[in-house]
């Protein structure tokens, strides 16, 4: 990702703050690129999700990949950007 971003690669290696810059874009990439395509849960109890009541014990798939580039949760999903992990951290 830094090799197709050279702008990202070049703040990277000139950044005082190495370590937080670091984190940024490994938190980015994870993001754009999840460890894991797929994630069984299962629920414990009467719950509600998306409008439909599930009974205990429901199988539920959970894929990092589709979430991580939702547009009604991130702005510019398809788009590497390690700088949006500081504009989070500005806002909470």
Same mark, same amino acid.
């Given at each position: 990702?830094? +090799?197709?971003?050279?702008?990202?690669?070049?703040?990277?290696?000139?950044?005082?703050?190495?370590? +937080?810059?670091?984190?940024?874009?490994?938190?980015?990439?994870?993001? +754009?690129?999840?460890?894991?395509?797929?994630?069984?849960?299962? &629920?414990?109890?009467?719950?509600?999700?998306?409008?439909?009541?599930?009974?205990?014990?429901? &199988? +539920?798939?959970?894929?990092?990949?589709?979430?991580?580039?939702?547009?009604?949760?991130?702005?510019?999903p398809?788009?590497?950007?390690?700088?949006?992990?500081?504009?989070?951290?500005?806002e909470?």
């Amino acid at each position: 990702l830094l +090799l197709k971003n050279p702008d990202y690669l070049k703040a990277f290696k000139n950044s005082s703050r190495h370590a +937080l810059v670091r984190k940024n874009i490994l938190q980015e990439g994870l993001r +754009l690129y999840p460890s894991f395509p797929i994630s069984a849960r299962q &629920n414990i109890g009467q719950m509600e999700l998306g409008g439909k009541e599930l009974s205990p014990r429901t &199988n +539920l798939l959970i894929s990092p990949y589709i979430t991580h580039r939702n547009p009604k949760l991130w702005t510019a999903p398809e788009t590497f950007d390690p700088e949006r992990y500081q504009k989070i951290d500005s806002e909470t």
